[in-house]
């Protein structure tokens, strides 16, 4: 039985103190239950920088006051990449892009100064099986599916990290780190592999615990087999316990190998991440490498980190046994203060897999949507909670995309009527008072949420909220109470700045209000290569409307009109609405033609249907207008073969079938029941002429 104590230290944190959990009393055979062990709450001697954010911490499964190490601004992030041997897919999407976006929310809400840290796995089991089938070096596989990750989340607009780090690059590091580990006993060389000592591990120090994310599954035999990885099962031997896993492993004959005291090898699949965020963050402090963290505990917070991510996949084994490794090295008992996971990502309610083919690469994604929509869409739903990716998804977020970008458009289109911004009145009336309270209320709800370990959605439902009560100010303004545009620009204004600092709107984009013309431009203004199409399709225009004007053709000139609006403008990102009086909005030309092609492709099922459904009425009077004897006559087996071949002369009905085989009397019964079912159809048919 664990027990707790809470003590409040003098920064008003809460450490909460767990009873060292006894992973040794869980048989291997069984699950163990054993709570997760000990977490401090970071201690800085002074707090400086704390803005009251909450974060849904996997080493306490609850949400915990967010500190930095020092307490002030900097904060050390590091994150798991890919494995680079496949083309990136929606998972990987849902886990950098929802990062991307906390780091966003770090940086450009609540001040702080982020140090991102990602690795690339560009060494392990999967990569040496992939490049074996393909006859290719493992080198030439793994930098191939690299540059097509970084591509794809340049694409995503997800920004690079501040520090990339490659496993083959990192090979004397990853060496070194081992051998130490092995010099305090905490791990042993067998059979040219090295393994991380579980047990002894655990019975250092009351202090270090192994399996901190997820100790219910310290047995789960499955999860450890996927740790180690597919190429090295044969090598399960060799362990002194099941739990035991790999930091170093011996090559096999045609795998990649480097030099070692333990021969020549290849590092395990966890060892990367502890050695490289180590080297990085203790270089960070000043240091020269990981090394120096290991002599004097002056320096045993210098390897640590404010934050781990990655997704919850990778809870354990893979960051259980990072975090083991890296305390083991260094002799912290606490590596990482905070750990955050990605939720799961399923498309249409199953896991992706290659198998029931809803396998979506983020290459074909971005076929379908836009990278906004994407970002959008995964706004809309909280980090670390599971998703389904599908149709109504994106429907949703393609809906608040349109509600968003009309409402940017509205605005516009008031502050450009109105031409000098501050010329029009600007005394506050009971509804634009009301407006100014609806921004402070979605600001205030908006800061809040994000407070909240890093509401999004909740976010976004605030923003529509102020959306639905600008428009229904800008709709409901009258000759007494007219449009205060200073109120509505404010609130377009800290929309758009929301939504910059999301990763919505390109920083780069040049707009202060709304979406960009073009998600692709570096600047929404105006210049001769926008301008040029315009006027050359504004003079087509011209020339045929006056021709329909001296021919006295109005049906042409109303035919011109539309096709100057439906098929002209879009191509050129102008949308033309007809109201009164008619209003014009900017937008990116690719999304106005895939909304004139999905109407063009909805216009065409609509009349598809529409003719299938004539044509099934005319058959249907057709066959209508048949006597019930020249209906029967004309019945056909599979429209090739007629069904019967003599007919009785007084009644009309069938005698035989079409191989001159009689009816019975159960098939004549039904050939009658044919036979009146006609007939009442045919007297309908007569009774309506």
């Known amino acids: ?85 496949a083309p990136s897919h929606m998972g990987h999407a849902r886990t950098y892009l929802g990062f991307d976006i906390i780091r966003r929310i770090l940086t450009g809400h609540f001040g702080y100064d982020v140090t991102l840290v990602m690795n690339i796995t560009d060494l392990d089991d999967k990569i040496i099986e992939r490049a074996n089938e393909q006859s290719i070096p493992c080198t030439e596989l793994s930098r191939r599916f690299e540059a097509e990750f970084h591509e794809d989340m340049q694409n995503l607009h997800v920004a690079p990290p501040d520090v990339l780090t490659r496993v083959t690059e990192y090979m004397d590091e990853i060496v070194r780190y081992i051998q130490t580990i092995v010099d305090k006993k905490l791990a042993y060389a067998s059979n040219g592999s090295v393994y991380f000592d579980v047990a002894a591990f655990d019975a250092s120090s009351e202090e270090m615990n192994y399996c901190k994310l997820e100790p219910e599954q310290i047995n789960n035999a499955k999860l450890l087999a996927e740790g180690e990885g597919k190429l090295t099962q044969d090598f399960v031997g060799d362990k002194r316990s099941p739990r035991d896993f790999a930091l170093w492993k011996r090559s096999k004959e045609g795998e990649p190998t480097w030099d070692s005291p333990w021969g020549k090898g290849r590092p395990g699949w966890h060892i990367e991440c502890s050695v490289m965020a180590s080297e990085i963050f203790a270089q960070i402090a000043g240091l020269d490498s990981a090394e120096e963290v290991v002599h004097g505990s002056a320096n045993h917070d210098k390897c640590k980190m404010d934050i781990h991510s990655g997704g919850v996949d990778l809870k354990f084994p893979h960051h259980d046994n990072e975090m083991a490794q890296a305390e083991a090295h260094s002799g912290c008992n606490q590596w990482v203060n905070y750990f955050v996971h990605a939720g799961h990502l399923h498309i249409k309610g199953f896991k992706m897999s290659k ?44 809906t608040m995309e349109k509600t968003f970008t009309e409402f940017f458009h509205n605005v516009k289109a008031i502050l450009r009527n109105a031409g000098n911004l501050t010329s029009g009145p600007q005394r506050w009336n009971p509804h634009a008072k009301q407006l100014h309270l609806a921004v402070n209320t979605a600001q205030r709800n908006v800061d809040n949420a994000l407070k909240d370990d890093f509401d999004t959605p909740t976010c976004m439902s605030a923003l529509i909220d102020l959306v639905k009560a600008s428009n229904l100010y800008m709709e409901t303004t009258t000759t007494e109470y007219p449009i205060v545009t200073l109120v509505v620009r404010n609130a377009a204004l800290y929309i758009t700045r929301i939504f910059k600092m999301f990763g919505l709107i390109p920083e780069s984009a040049g707009v202060d209000i709304g979406f960009p013309m073009s998600q692709n431009s570096a600047s929404a203004s105006a210049n001769d290569d926008i301008l040029s199409p315009i006027l050359d399709a504004l003079l087509t225009f011209r020339s045929s409307v006056r021709n329909g004007a001296r021919n006295k053709d109005i049906s042409q000139i109303m035919a011109q009109c539309d096709s100057f609006r439906d098929d002209v403008l879009p191509p050129l990102g102008i949308r033309l609405e007809d109201k009164d009086p008619p209003v014009w909005k900017l937008a990116d030309p690719a999304e106005l033609m895939k909304e004139r092609e999905q109407k063009l492709l909805e216009k065409k099922r609509k009349e598809e249907e529409k003719a299938k459904a004539a044509a099934e009425k005319a058959k249907k009077d057709a066959l209508n207008k048949l006597t019930p004897e020249d209906f029967m006559r004309q019945l056909t087996i599979d429209d090739t073969v007629l069904k019967y071949s003599k007919f009785d002369d007084s009644t009309g009905l069938p005698t035989h079938f079409h191989d001159g085989e009689p009816l019975n009397k159960n098939q004549l019964k039904k050939a009658n029941k044919e036979f009146q079912g006609q007939k009442k159809k045919y007297e309908k048919y007569i009774g309506t002429q």
């Not at 869980?26 to 977490?39: A, G, I, N, R, V």
């Not at 949507?369 to 393609?398: E, V, W």
Request: net charge positive; with cysteine.
């Open 1 to 85: 039985m664990s027990t707790e104590n809470n003590k409040s230290n003098d920064n008003g944190n809460t450490t909460t103190k767990t009873s060292k959990m006894n992973t040794s009393s869980c048989e291997s055979s069984s699950p163990c239950t054993s709570l997760q062990p000990t977490w401090h709450a970071p201690y800085p001697d002074k707090i400086t920088h704390d803005v009251g954010l909450m974060v849904m911490n996997s080493l306490t499964r609850e949400k915990e006051k967010f500190v930095t190490i020092d307490g002030g601004r900097s904060v050390k992030w590091y994150m798991c990449g890919p494995t680079v041997y």
């Open 355 to 398: 198998s029931l083919k809803n396998f979506i690469t983020i290459r074909q994604a971005l076929e379908t949507h836009t990278a906004r929509q994407i970002r959008l869409c995964f706004l809309l739903h909280k980090y670390n909670a599971p998703m389904d990716y599908g149709d109504n998804t994106m429907s949703h977020a393609l």
